[in-house]
Nanobody, 122 residues
Framework: QVQLVESGGGLVQPGGSLRLSCAAS????????MGWFRQFPGKGREGVSV????????YYIDPVKGRFTISRDIAKNTIYLQMNNLSPEDTAVYYC???????????????WGQGTQVTVSS
């Protein structure tokens, strides 16, 4: 059974940085794409960033462009989300997800991690 395990969340002051990691139990080269989602209290999940496992192409939602960077390390079966210049509006539970194939649209999330809390507060 595929497992995705996030780590790296925590409490940080506004303007600070965190790096989230998502370690997969299997070979991520078998996936088409992996990405990060976040869920605000009382709201649904929103996609934050996606990376193509095959060619490393990336996608970001506008609110995080220039502040967040997604990357992958295929040898370690891990993806990362470097988050800089964090603001209280980034406070959410962050989830890692993986798609087995190209669904020709937004990620569906065939596999999900358990989530990691990111809190930005002074």
């Amino acid at each position: 059974q595929v497992q995705l395990v996030e780590s790296g969340g925590g409490l940080v002051q506004p303007g600070g940085s965190l790096r989230l990691s998502c370690a997969a139990s299997g070979d991520i080269s078998n996936y088409f794409a992996m990405g990060w989602f976040r869920q605000f209290p009382g709201k649904g999940r929103e996609g934050v960033s996606v990376i193509s496992i095959r060619d490393g192409e990336t996608y970001y939602i506008d609110p995080v462009k220039g502040r967040f960077t997604i990357s992958r390390d295929i040898a370690k079966n891990t993806i990362y989300l470097q988050m800089n210049n964090l603001s209280p509006e980034d406070t959410a539970v962050y989830y890692c997800a993986a798609d087995r194939e190209d669904y020709r649209g937004p990620m569906r999330g065939d596999y999900w991690g358990q989530g990691t809390q990111v809190t930005v507060s002074s």
